[in-house]
Nanobody, 125 residues
Framework: QVQLVESGGGLVQAGGSLRLSCTAS?????MGWFRQAPGKEREFVAA????????SYADSVKGRFAISGDNAKNTVFLQMNSLKFDDTAIYYC?????????????????????WGQGTAVTVSS
């Protein structure tokens, strides 16, 4: 069982930046960020393979968000720049319980077994 704890959410003006952190209680093969806005379904944001450092992003955040990991601290970061009103959501950190069989699994929430409690990001326009 892996426990995930997110931090770093808050209120920011459009165009501003925030940095989210997520620390796992154990070593994670990969970690991902997902978000859910009010009245919308959960969607993929970004993911990282903690062993080799490869990353993937949703098209909506490419060029604005950057995911990185610190294996020594079992921590993943999400640097969010040029924030938009539409980025407002609860952001969740997630980790799989087993190795992904396909690169497509990184963006599929159903392939993640462990989830954090979420941290709120509010972008004012």
């Amino acid at each position: 069982q892996v426990q995930l704890v997110e931090s770093g959410g808050g209120l920011v003006q459009a165009g501003g930046s925030l940095r989210l952190s997520c620390t796992a209680s154990g070593r994670a093969y990969a970690m991902g960020w997902f978000r859910q806005a009010p009245g919308k379904e959960r969607e993929f944001v970004a993911a990282i393979n903690m062993r080799v450092g490869s990353t993937s992003y949703a098209d909506s955040v490419k060029g604005r968000f950057a995911i990185s990991g610190d294996n020594a601290k079992n921590t993943v970061f999400l640097q969010m720049n040029s924030l938009k009103f539409d980025d407002t959501a609860i952001y969740y950190c997630a980790a799989p319980g087993s190795t992904f069989s396909s690169s497509r699994d990184y963006s599929r929430g159903i392939r993640y077994d462990y989830w954090g409690q979420g941290t709120a990001v509010t972008v004012s326009s």
